[in-house]
């Protein structure tokens, strides 16, 4: 079962453009009133009583700005961005299979590639050191868990121990 899909980065995709033009709209809006100001400003006759409206215009118009791109650029596209970067590394990285035994959830939320993440854990075996390992797969925190039960033997394809796509193994395909 496919737990990322390229429909799911082309969405992104299409949301990361859409948030980028808007970002572009209010710059320019941003630029035009400034202008309008400047222009105003350029009119006026030396010491006259407007020049403060049009300060108190200008700097309100930069205030805005200042307050409106901290809160979109960085948090909302910061977000994305890495969100984006990663779907992209999983798109186009490579890809890596394995077979192990389910062991548990891990509710533990952390950063990898600016990314939340919650994992799950795998008993895996290591033919070199001929012993059984906790292996960590990373899924965002997100999106949902699969329903695995303990002790279940799933096939699982990863891209750097991000999980894109699972099946569980029949009892007769160990």
Request: overall charge positive; aromatic content about 18%; proline content about 3%.
């Amino acid at each position: 079962m496919q737990y990322y899909t390229s429909d799911e980065f082309n969405q992104l995709k299409k949301q990361r453009k859409k948030t980028f033009m808007a970002l572009y709209i209010c710059l320019a809006v941003y630029v035009l009133i400034c202008t309008a100001f400047f222009w105003w400003y350029r009119t006026l006759p030396y010491e006259a009583p407007q020049i403060k409206w049009v300060k108190v215009g200008h700097y309100t118009a930069t205030g805005i700005m200042a307050i409106f791109t901290y809160i979109f650029v960085g948090l909302k596209l910061k977000r994305m961005r890495k969100y984006y970067r990663m779907l992209h590394h999983i798109e186009t990285g490579l890809r890596e299979t394995s077979r192990a035994s389910f062991f548990e959830y891990d509710n533990t939320v952390f950063l990898n590639l600016g990314v939340e993440m919650k994992s799950l854990i795998f008993l895996q075996w290591n033919k070199y050191k001929q012993n059984y390992y906790e292996r960590k797969v990373l899924i965002p925190a997100d999106k949902p868990y699969p329903e695995f039960v303990e002790g279940q033997m799933v096939e699982f394809v990863t891209q750097g121990n991000i999980l894109v796509s699972y099946e569980i193994l029949d009892e007769g395909d160990k």
